[in-house]
């Protein structure tokens, strides 16, 4: 009996210190090649308040966090990113004059991707091409339909916004409120 408690325990403590294993996009890129999966872009900026709450209780939920490290490559990347990076044979920087009079200003990759705002999370596909993007902050039970949905190639199907709702309304989740 005690062994059984003993192995229960082990894993409640292993599974509620998930952790999603943030890459950088060149990295997820790169095991793309290797082990095709999804990537999920989470933008965010250092300033951003709901990024902060996203990123401890949304992006910090076991449940999340699972689903994230089984399914997709999660990347992180700030929007105002200062570094240049290389990605889709190319190069996108961040040489806006603006910085040096010490304002914000986008990355050439956050544009790229049509993200105009943070917390905006990018969905691609196994080739690193754009499926959507969320816009704002959500909940880990917000998001949770989605990775399924994503994952599981169910956008490919569903198409109207009734078939959408009935998704949702049949989407049971393992997110206890």
């Not at 894993?11 to 082990?35: D, G, H, P, Y």
């Not at 996203?54 to 999660?74: C, F, R, S, W």
């Not at 050439?108 to 999370?121: D, H, I, K, L």
């Not at 959507?132 to 169910?154: N, R, V």
């Amino acid at each position: 009996m005690k062994k059984i408690i003993s192995i229960i325990l082990l894993l409640l403590i292993n599974f509620s210190f998930a952790q999603v294993k943030w890459m950088t996009i060149e990295e997820a890129l790169k095991a793309q090649k290797e082990n095709p999966k999804k990537i999920l872009v989470d933008f965010y900026a250092d300033w951003c308040g709901p990024c902060k709450i996203m990123d401890k209780n949304t992006y910090g939920h076991a449940v999340i966090a699972q689903i994230l490290n089984e399914n997709y490559y999660p990347v992180k990347f700030n929007a105002e990113e200062k570094n240049s990076i290389e990605v889709f044979g190319r190069t996108f920087s961040n040489d806006n004059k603006e910085h040096k009079k010490g304002k914000n200003s986008l990355h050439e990759f956050t544009q790229y991707m049509n993200v105009g705002a943070v917390p905006s999370t990018v969905f691609l596909d196994e080739k690193g091409g754009p499926i959507t993007i969320l816009q704002g902050e959500l909940s880990a039970k917000e998001l949770e339909p989605y990775l399924e949905f994503i994952s599981k190639d169910l956008f490919k199907k569903i198409r109207t916004r009734d078939q959408w709702e009935d998704y949702q309304k049949k989407f049971k989740s393992s997110i206890k409120d």
